[in-house]
């Protein structure tokens, strides 16, 4: 049980990692959507109109294709137990049951 509860502290849900990439999806996407229009309608003759529309097409590409992407490097993520407070704890644990265990064997 101590176990489970140690794994939830340590390891996204698919939700959870879905959430998270629409939020940063949100924030990136502006981003992009900002840099592409200050571009556009910096170095080129466009009118406003194109430019919106330039850099909405850029930015509709960008939100899917991230997205996916992101989601994708999120799972990867979460099954990697390095770096992780709870796959300290269990290590050190480990640890110190292998070593009572030596010292009762002795």
Do not use: C
Not at 13 to 40: E, H, Q
């Amino acid at each position: 049980m101590a176990a489970q509860r140690n794994m939830r502290k340590g390891k996204d849900s698919p939700t959870r990692s879905v959430l998270k990439a629409i939020s940063w999806r949100l924030i990136a996407s502006g981003t992009t959507f900002i840099i592409t229009f200050v571009i556009f309608r910096q170095y080129t003759e466009k009118a406003i109109e194109e430019v919106l529309e330039t850099a909405s097409f850029v930015t509709s590409i960008d939100i899917v294709a991230k997205l996916v992407f992101y989601y994708f490097h999120e799972r990867m993520w979460t099954n990697i137990t390095w770096g992780k407070y709870w796959s300290r704890r269990a290590w050190r644990r480990k640890y110190r049951q292998a070593h009572n265990q030596q010292l009762k064997d002795h």
